[in-house]
C-alpha cells in the first residue's frame, strides 16, 4: 500500500494508483453523497441520532464513544493521508457546480491537481528531504525515487489533459451532464449518447480561459505522518492522551459534527443535487476514463522520475485486459455450439459430452457429463465448533466434546429433486403471496438476500427479508403483561419484571414489531411485488429478463430445507 501511495517505482505502480484515483473520487466518494441523500444517514446513523449523541455535554459526562465520532468524522471530513474529500467536501463541491457550472468542474480539478501533485509531492520531501538517512543508509535508497513537484501548466499537454478530464468527470458526477449511456435509437455501445466531441468542454483553448492562476492553490504542510512502510503505519498513530485531552478533544470534535451537520443541511435544503455514479468503461473512448487514467498515471510518474505510458498501455493496465489466444477462443466456442445444437435437437444425457482442453500439451479429452445429484428424505448434518473461538469444546486431547457438536437438520422439498428442478413462482407475485406459496409447500421463508450498493460504491450482500422474532415470543404473554400503547420506557419495566418471560430481550424487539405504525409499514412493505423490490430495493437491471432465481434462505418446522432453484417469471 505504501509503494502506491507515496514511493511508486514503476509505470504499473502509477497506473494502478491512478486506477484506484478514478475509483475513489467518481464512484466511492459520489456513491456515498447519493445515499446519504437517499437515505440521510451518516456512518450508519440518521442526521436526528447525530444531533442527539453527540453533544458536547454528553461528552463532557463520557456519554459519547470516542470510536463512534471518529468514524464520524472520517465520514464528514477530509483525509490527510488518503486525500478523500469527505461528504463536507463533496457536498461543498457538487453545490458549487450546480451554481457555477462547468467552470466549477474546472476549479475542483484545478484543487485536485495541487493536491496530488503538488501539496501531497511537498509534504512528503518536507518529511523526508532528499538527504534524510533511516538506519545509517540513505532513506531514497533504490527503489525508491526521490519527487518532485508539477506545477501547472495549460500550455502542457498532459496537464491540459488531466485538467478536462477531470472537470468532465465532476461534471457527470454531480449531475450537470448526463451519465454516459447506449443510444437506444442505433442500439449498440459503438453510438454513445455522451459529450459530443466538437464540445466546448473538449476545447483545450476553452478551457484554459477559465484557468485563473492568481487562484491556484496554496501550500500549507500537513500535519499528518506518512507512513514509510505498511507495518509503520500503526506507527504513524498519534500519540495517546490523557483522560481530559482526551475529553476536551471529544467536546470539540461533538460541537464540531454539529456544525457540519447544520452545514450540509442548509446545503442539501437550498439546492438540487443529483449525483451520478461512474461505472469504470475502458472500450468507450469519448466518455473520460481512460483520458483521466492515462493523464493521472503519467503526471504521478513526472513526480518520480518515471517513464510515461501511452494511452494504449494504459488501458490494457488499468482494463486489466489479457490478450487471448485465437485458437483456443475459437475451440471453446466451437465445441460450445455443438452441445448447443445438441441441446436443440433433444438429444439423450449420453450424446453430451464435457471437454477438456490442453493446448500447451495438445491433448483433448472427451466425458459424458455425470448423472445429476438426487435430494431426498432428511437427515443431520455434523458441525464441529471453531476451535479458536470455542476451546472449551475441545477436550485435552484435542478431541472435541460428543455434547458441543453442531447438529443441523435439514429436509428435501420436494423429495426427490435435483438441481435441473425448480420452484415457479408466478409473475406478480407478492411478498406476502410468496410466503403463502411456500406455506402450501410445508416451507417458511427465513431470509431473502439481495446486493446494494455500499458506501464504497462496491455491491455487497443484504437483507431484504429476515426471520421475526415472533417464532419465540407468546404475543398473548406480551400483549398482556407489556400493551402496545404503554410506551417503551414502561414496557421494557413491564417485560424485565415478568418471570413468566425469559428471553426477555426478544419480547422487547418482538413488542417493537407490534407497535401499529411498524404493523403497517410491514403490512405494505409484504404487499409489495417482489419484482419491484428486487429492482428498487436491490438495484437489480431485470429489463429484458423472462425471469430471476431467488436468493432464499427456506426452513420447515425448524430444520433447514434443501431445494431446487426458487425462480420468478417476470412476464406472464
Known amino acids: 500500500m505504501c509503494t502506491l501511495r507515496s514511493f511508486p517505482s514503476t509505470i504499473v505502480h502509477c497506473i494502478e494508483w491512478a486506477r484506484s484515483e478514478f475509483n475513489d473520487r467518481f464512484e466511492s466518494d459520489v456513491a456515498t453523497v447519493e445515499k446519504f441523500l437517499k437515505e440521510k444517514t451518516i456512518a450508519g446513523k440518521t442526521m436526528d441520532e447525530l444531533r442527539g449523541e453527540f453533544t458536547e455535554q454528553y461528552a463532557e459526562y463520557d456519554m459519547v464513544d470516542a470510536n463512534d465520532v471518529s468514524k464520524v468524522k472520517q465520514a464528514l471530513l477530509f483525509d490527510e493521508e488518503s486525500k478523500t474529500p469527505g461528504l463536507l467536501e463533496s457536498i461543498r463541491e457538487a453545490k458549487l457546480v450546480k451554481e457555477k457550472g462547468f467552470a466549477a468542474c474546472v476549479e475542483i480539478a484545478i484543487k485536485r491537481f495541487y493536491t496530488r501533485y503538488n501539496h501531497s509531492i511537498q509534504d512528503l520531501i518536507k518529511q523526508y528531504p532528499e538527504d534524510a538517512m533511516v538506519k545509517d543508509k540513505s532513506f531514497w535508497a533504490p527503489p525508491k525515487r526521490f519527487p518532485s513537484v508539477c506545477q501547472l501548466d495549460m500550455s502542457d499537454e498532459l496537464h491540459s489533459s488531466y485538467i478536462i478530464s477531470t472537470a468532465n468527470l465532476y461534471a457527470v458526477a454531480y449531475g450537470i451532464q448526463p451519465l454516459p449511456m447506449p443510444d437506444n435509437t442505433v442500439g449498440d455501445m459503438s453510438a454513445f449518447a455522451d459529450l459530443p466531441w466538437e464540445s466546448d468542454w473538449r476545447k483545450e483553448e476553452v478551457v484554459a480561459k477559465l484557468v485563473d492562476p492568481g487562484t491556484f492553490p496554496q501550500w500549507v504542510p500537513s500535519s499528518s505522518k506518512i507512513a514509510a512502510e505498511d507495518d509503520d503505519e500503526e506507527a504513524a498513530a498519534a500519540p495517546a492522551k490523557d ?330
Open 243 to 572: 483522560g481530559d485531552d482526551l475529553k476536551n478533544e471529544l467536546m470539540a470534535d461533538c460541537k464540531k459534527i454539529q456544525e457540519i451537520l447544520d452545514e450540509i443541511e442548509g446545503m442539501v435544503g437550498s439546492s438540487e443535487i443529483k449525483p451520478q455514479v461512474a461505472d469504470f468503461e475502458k472500450d468507450i473512448d469519448i466518455n473520460f476514463h481512460i483520458d483521466f487514467v492515462t493523464a493521472a498515471a503519467n503526471l504521478r510518474a513526472i513526480n518520480y522520475g518515471i517513464g510515461t505510458a501511452t494511452r494504449h498501455k494504459t488501458k490494457v493496465i488499468a482494463g486489466k485486459i489479457i490478450a487471448a489466444i485465437a485458437t483456443s477462443t475459437a475451440s471453446a466456442t466451437g465445441l460450445v455450439c455443438i452441445e448447443i445444437l445438441k441441446l436443440l435437437q433433444g438429444k439423450s444425457r449420453t450424446a453430451f459430452k464435457n471437454a477438456t482442453c490442453n493446448y500447451a500439451s495438445n491433448t483433448f479429452q472427451m466425458a459424458e457429463p455425470l448423472v445429476a445429484n438426487v435430494v431426498e428424505g432428511e437427515g443431520e448434518d455434523l458441525e464441529e465448533p471453531d476451535p479458536l473461538t470455542n476451546p472449551e469444546a475441545y477436550d485435552e486431547t484435542g478431541i472435541v466434546k460428543p455434547e458441543c457438536i453442531i447438529r443441523k437438520q435439514w429436509v428435501a422439498i420436494p423429495s426427490p429433486h435435483n438441481k435441473w428442478m425448480k420452484i415457479d413462482v408466478p409473475a406478480g407475485s407478492t411478498l406476502k403471496g410468496f410466503r403463502e406459496l411456500l406455506a402450501g409447500m410445508d416451507m417458511q421463508l427465513s431470509s431473502m438476500s439481495i446486493h446494494k450498493t455500499g458506501e464504497d460504491g462496491k455491491k455487497e450482500a443484504a437483507n431484504l427479508v429476515s426471520v421475526s422474532s415472533q417464532g419465540n415470543v407468546d404475543d398473548a404473554l406480551l400483549i398482556e403483561q407489556a400493551p402496545v400503547d404503554v410506551g417503551l420506557q414502561k414496557a421494557t419495566i413491564k417485560i424485565m419484571q415478568c418471570a413468566d418471560i425469559k428471553d426477555k430481550q426478544n419480547y422487547i424487539m418482538r413488542w417493537k414489531e407490534l407497535q401499529p405504525d411498524k404493523v403497517a409499514e410491514r403490512e405494505a412493505f409484504e404487499s409489495r411485488a417482489l419484482q419491484s423490490l428486487l429492482a428498487e430495493e436491490g438495484e437489480q437491471d431485470l429489463a429484458g429478463k423472462a425471469a430471476v432465481a431467488l436468493q432464499v434462505l427456506l426452513s420447515s418446522n425448524g430444520k433447514e430445507v434443501r431445494h431446487p432453484p426458487v425462480v420468478l417469471a417476470l412476464t406472464q
